[in-house]
């Protein structure tokens, strides 16, 4: 999800700190924003390819194939696709967790040093409801509680696979997502504007903390990306 809500402003944020290549895969194509990523920073090779992260795990190991067969080394790998809406419940756990999951499995047959692999480094995009859920949307709270923990096992088999992970919780972030959107079974019709009637963060604040927490890079770490600060949070066993 490199082309909507905090993903566009992520986007935009990393081609200006300067990497190599930003490879951007997402199920809906926008060829305006990459035109307009490819403008911030020529130096940048941008590069899309059509993926849903709801695909089975050998379809996405054929895609990665092409990409690293491609640009030789990768070393980041952001999951970033999300959805909000609590009446679809099955797609909210394909996306929100399985997603990540799959997608980080695939990964892990180029990166895996016991495969012979150089390693890599995962950013898992989570939520602060999955330290404190939105009760009102159970399904969406639990789903990224989910990738969370999926996140802190990552980051402690890192000394086994040679692969870090953290995960980026943004708080109430003004997005296209949460300005209207279904609470499970009806609990809260007005959901979305309860919660923007609390403090937010625009998605260029969010993005600007995602790039330092990149730059940070530290195995395990759990960032809360709230009011436009990034606050490392304590996880207590």
């Known amino acids: 999800a490199g082309l909507g809500g905090i993903g566009l402003d992520t986007s935009r944020e990393i081609v200006k700190s300067g990497p190599k290549n930003l490879v951007i895969l997402d199920r809906i194509e926008n060829p ?11 130096k940048v090779t941008v590069t899309f390819y059509p993926y849903d992260v709801t695909v089975p795990v050998a379809e996405t190991t054929k895609l990665l194939k092409t990409i690293f067969a491609k640009l030789k080394t990768v070393d980041l790998l952001i999951n970033g696709a999300g959805i909000l809406d609590d009446h679809q419940i099955e797609r909210t756990i394909a996306v929100n967790f399985t997603g990540t999951v799959n997608t980080t499995t695939a990964i892990m047959e180029f990166w895996d040093k016991r495969k012979g692999g150089p390693g890599g480094v995962i950013a898992n995009i989570c939520s602060v409801t999955g330290f404190n859920a ?4 159970p399904v969406y709270s639990a789903s990224k509680a989910a990738a969370l923990s999926f996140t802190n096992s990552l980051a402690r088999l890192a000394h086994i696979t ?32 309860l919660l923007l009637e609390h403090p937010t963060q625009t998605t260029l604040e969010c993005a600007q903390n995602f790039v330092k927490a990149i730059e940070a890079n530290k195995n395990g770490a759990i ?5 436009g600060q990034l606050i490392p949070v304590e996880w207590t066993k």
């Open 162 to 193: 040679g692969v870090t992970a953290y995960s980026i919780n943004p708080g109430i972030t003004r997005t296209p997502l949460v300005h209207k959107f279904n609470s499970w079974l009806d609990v809260e019709p007005r959901v979305g504007e």
């Open 134 to 137: 939105i009760y009102q949307v």
């Open 223 to 227: 960032w809360q990306l709230d009011l």
């Open 32 to 42: 305006t924003a990459i035109a307009e990523l490819k403008a911030i920073n020529p």
